[in-house]
């Protein structure tokens, strides 16, 4: 009786458990792009702190793990320095451009594509610790 015991719990919870670790697992890994100190070393690498007036948009989406928030100066010579951190439809990046940068190529960049819903949501997470969120895009959403 004992024997059989042993055998229907195992067949009953065996399962459930390897469910429970590939979970995990994927969770695991956190978000694969960036943490929340490189959300803000881009920030930093897009050196906003000039006169011009700045242009910033953001919004978040919790229920699908979406966030966005971008930041650029308007200046007229079109050479403007800028932030952008998206995280929707299975991508996250993160890039920052110094003002007058004299070639198309990103100052800080860094990006991560087909991501699994739990990795968009860690890289959610991380963006919404950053102190850029929390300072500069937070107070953008309507």
């Known amino acids: 009786?004992?024997?059989?015991?042993?055998?229907?719990?195992?067949?009953?919870?065996?399962?459930?458990?390897?469910?429970?670790?590939?979970?995990?697992?994927?969770?695991?890994?956190?978000c694969p792009a960036f943490n929340a100190?490189?959300?803000?070393?881009?920030?930093?690498a897009a050196d906003l702190s000039q006169t011009d007036p700045l242009v910033g948009n953001a919004w978040d989406s919790p229920k699908d793990g979406s966030i966005v928030c971008y930041w650029e100066t308007d200046v007229s010579d079109g050479l403007n320095g800028w932030f952008y951190v998206q995280v929707e439809d299975g991508t996250a990046q993160v890039i920052g451009n110094e003002p007058y940068a004299t070639s198309e190529v990103a100052t800080a960049r860094t990006a991560a594509f087909d991501l699994s819903k739990a990795q968009q949501h860690?890289?959610?997470?991380?963006?919404?610790?950053?102190f850029v969120w929390q300072q500069h895009c937070k107070p953008l959403l309507p």
């Open 1 to 30: 009786m004992n024997v059989l015991k042993v055998f229907l719990t195992t067949v009953i919870l065996l399962p459930l458990a390897l469910i429970g670790s590939s979970v995990n697992a994927s969770d695991a890994g956190g």
């Open 37 to 44: 100190s490189m959300v803000d070393a881009a920030m930093l």
């Open 122 to 130: 860690a890289c959610r997470a991380q963006v919404l610790k950053s």
